[in-house]
């Protein structure tokens, strides 16, 4: 089991900045990539940015060039900076842990923070 916990979401002006964070705990060891999702009302939920183990990273076509997803494996902690940020970025974004045990594939879910981008 890994438990993921979100931080950092809030109410931000157009052109603003962001950092969420995601804390994991657990059999941290098993994971293989983290990643953010988000999900607008009323819209389907979406990959926004994937990390792997080995540190590649890839990004929705949205978000390239302005938000960055990294981790400090010591801390346990995966980052997303986010910059220049858009009312079309309002949602809630959550943090995934793709792991594997005993061969089976697992994912894992942290909670949501809001970020909210509104003048």
């Known amino acids: 089991q890994v438990h993921l916990v979100e931080s950092g979401g809030g109410l931000v002006q157009p052109g603003g900045s962001l950092r969420l964070s995601c804390a994991a705990s657990g059999r941290t060891f098993s994971i293989i990539a983290m990643g953010w999702y988000r999900q607008a009302p009323g819209k389907q939920r979406e990959l926004v940015a994937r990390?792997?183990?080995?540190?590649?990273?890839n990004y929705t076509e949205s978000v390239k060039g302005r938000f960055t997803i990294s981790r400090d494996n010591a801390k346990n902690t995966l980052y997303l900076q986010m910059n220049s940020l858009k009312p079309e970025d309002t949602a809630v974004y959550f943090c995934?842990?793709?792991?594997?045990?005993?061969?089976?594939?697992?994912?894992?879910w942290g909670q949501g923070t809001q970020v909210t981008v509104s003048s």
């Open positions: 990390i792997s183990s080995g540190g590649s990273t």
């Open positions: 995934i842990a793709d792991s594997v045990a005993a061969g089976t594939p697992w994912q894992f």
